[in-house]
């Protein structure tokens, strides 16, 4: 409508300045001004345009320049979040979010499962801030950018400790090759890939233990230093996209019961493929799998301190009008050097919720079963559901309640209680 109006305008101007060089000179100054006025309106009405055109943008994905939830592939098709918070910060070029936490976790018993996020031992329940995520992203041209992800993790006794958690130089040739160069999220199943920090785009107030980032005692090599490619295979409307990594990881791991010490597993170059498939005929529905494998140490419990490590993943994810449901299975394998020892360690999550209003209620129930004599000694059988609500109330702040039930092997069952507000800005 506005180009309309400034197209007849400007007929009617024009056909104004033609009378009046035939008529009468005096006008042109009235002419010149008119005209004036309606390059101006033009370039309002094109600022307007463009600013309207930025929000519509913002709008249809929430996960611009993967600062909020990259997608699952990593390769910019994003999925939409489930509670994306509005809008970008710029500086300078850099554009930015954060996003913080505030939590209260109370347990039945008196020693605290992990004494990461300011867990005091003694105590059966704490107030924590957890993570404060700040994502930046500067694009450096068309086709490339940069992405860092910087954490501010509370540890015991409330001291912090910076992370960089991802740094990463980005190169989109197409849509069928993104390059990523730097500290990745390795992209082990969905929830490694679909899921960073800031526990703002999680429905759960925590993420399932299989899926755990390794420095709060989670199983999975989750970051690692190198390449990560991904992008669209031509499938037509099958949607297949890959994914294909090669890198350095060393993962060093506490212990999930609390017990002194870590796992460093000093790993070796780890190679990882993923295959999944968005077909258009169910919009929200994801199929797909991934094999990781690299070497690890465990000197600890082996005199030869060296593993294969084989990681199979498979999942089933559907997100899509106000229904989440999640289900990843994985497969961890560990064969000893120069003997016959393999273990076979599997697990598994399956996540239910669905949104009515502002409130998502939701429900996951998660399985583990870890060699005793394997690095994961610590978690060994470890099994059991949690529900809860989140509640929005707004754009960008969150109320998580969560109730979780743990049947651990050899030891008593474990029932907690967390609570958790977390915002975005």
Known sequence: MFRIMIVVT????????????????????????????VKELQEKVQALEATQSGSADAAAQPAALQVQQEPADQSGNSRPSLAAPPGLHE????????FGEVNYKVLDQRQPELSTFGSTPGSSGNFYTGDFSLFLTSRINDKASVLSEITFSEQPEQLFQVDLERVLFKYDYSDHLRMSF?????????????????????????????????HDGGPLPTQAVGISTTGLIPSGKLGLNYILEYGSSDTNR???????GGDDESNGNHVNIGLFARPDAIPGLQIGGSFYHDNISNVDLHESGRFGQTIVNAHVVYVGHG??????????????????????????????SKRLGHA??????????????????????????????????????????????????????????????????
Not at 91 to 98: A, N, S, V, Y
Not at 254 to 260: A, C, K, L, Q
Not at 388 to 410: P, S
Request: aromatic letters at 14%; a neutral charge; charged letters at 15%.
């Open 91 to 98: 500086l300078g070029g850099i554009q930015w979010r954060g």
């Open 323 to 352: 229904i989440e449901f999640l289900n990843e299975g994985f497969l961890i394998r560990h064969a000893e050097e120069h003997t016959t020892t393999v273990f076979n360690m599997p697990g598994f999550y399956s996540q239910f």
């Open 182 to 214: 730097g500290r990745y999220q390795t992209g082990i199943g969905y929830y490694n890939t679909q899921y960073h920090g800031g526990r703002w785009f999680l429905t759960t107030v925590d993420r399932p233990l299989i899926t755990e980032y390794a």
């Open 10 to 37: 400007t007929v009617l101007l024009l056909s104004t300045v033609s009378l009046g060089q035939a008529t009468a000179s005096s006008d042109q100054e009235t002419i010149r001004l008119l005209v004036q006025q």
């Open 254 to 260: 506490p212990r999930v019961d609390g017990s002194p």
């Open 360 to 425: 998502r209620p939701f429900f996951r129930y998660q399985y583990l079963n870890m060699n005793p004599n394997s690095i994961f000694e610590d978690i060994l059988l470890r099994c059991g559901p949690s529900f809860g609500v989140r509640y929005d109330l707004n754009d960008n702040i969150a109320l998580k309640t969560q109730l979780d039930h743990t049947h651990r092997k050899g030891k008593p069952n474990l029932n907690g209680l967390q609570l958790q507000l977390t915002f975005a800005f």
